[in-house]
């Protein structure tokens, strides 16, 4: 998904390319097979595109293409992108755990007014509320164990 979302931003720029890519290729003796923008398009990593197999050594000698280079490359990222998950997580957390303390604020307000004003309601409204407190607790507890 962000390969293809990377594609789409330099949709041109890549077009460009690949115009100039097959005008060489189709001039080489032996020719080289043409490319199209479904086929670049297609490419998940460096490793799968042909063009590199079929040009100049010194590309497929640099440091960036090598595998392991590549590979360390991908796992820097994802981690670079897991770090800025776990940040985005730890916002999400204290946004549901002050959700649940301010619901079970709230429903417990109510009741303590209902109990006052009509007791059969207040207290069906408790009943009916217990099961949902219970699992508010223990995602509270879970999200406390998360935090630590």
Known sequence: QQISKGLQRRSAAIRKAI???????????????????KD?????FLGEFDILRQSDTNVRDRE??????????????KLNRAKEEIVRL?????RLHTAIHDEEKTVSSVITSLLETDPHLG???RRSHRPRTAVN???LYRLDQIRK
């Open 19 to 37: 115009q100039r890519y097959n005008t060489s290729a189709t001039a080489l003796i032996p020719s080289r097979p043409v490319i199209s923008w």
């Open 40 to 44: 670049v398009v297609k490419y998940t």
């Open 64 to 77: 960036w293409a090598k595998p392991a280079v590549r590979e360390a490359t991908t796992k820097f990222f």
């Open 90 to 94: 730890e916002v999400e957390i204290r």
């Open 123 to 125: 207290c069906e409204i």
């Open 137 to 139: 607790g223990i995602h």
